[in-house]
């Protein structure tokens, strides 16, 4: 049973900088996409991020393109969320996700694997 662990979160100020990690156990995700969603309060988890374990496509929400990097160590295992110029709206506890697609367009109840989340909170 594949396991996700985050870790990464904190506060920031607006404009400043939070890298994110997820690491997998228990089971092989070098053939599955890997990525992220998050979920600010009373909201829907929202869609952030995710990389193919294919060829490395990125793909990534309109609100957090030029600002957010994902990104894949080379065993495959483990995965990152470099956030720049974050903005109080970035606020959110951000999960780790790992399934053999996520995209955009993917309904996050039926992704298979989650992490349990890490806070991020942007202050001004």
């Known amino acids: 049973q594949v396991q996700l662990k985050e870790s990464g979160g904190g506060l920031a100020q607006a404009g400043g900088s939070l890298r994110l990690s997820c690491a997998a156990s228990?089971?092989?995700?070098?053939?599955?996409?890997m990525g992220w969603f998050r979920q600010g309060p009373g909201e829907e988890r929202e869609f952030v991020a995710s990389?193919?374990?294919?060829?490395?496509?990125?793909y990534y929400r309109d609100s957090v393109k030029g600002r957010f990097t994902i990104s894949r160590n080379s065993a495959g295992n483990t995965t990152y969320l470099q956030m720049n110029n974050l903005k109080p709206e970035d606020t959110s506890v951000y999960y780790c996700?790992?399934?053999?697609?996520?995209?955009?367009?993917?309904?996050?109840?039926?992704?298979?694997?989650w992490g349990q989340g890490t806070q991020v909170t942007v202050s001004l």
């Open positions: 228990g089971g092989t995700v070098n053939n599955y996409y």
């Open positions: 996700v790992a399934d053999r697609v996520v995209l955009p367009g993917n309904f996050w109840r039926l992704l298979d694997y």
């Open positions: 990389i193919s374990w294919r060829d490395g496509s990125t």
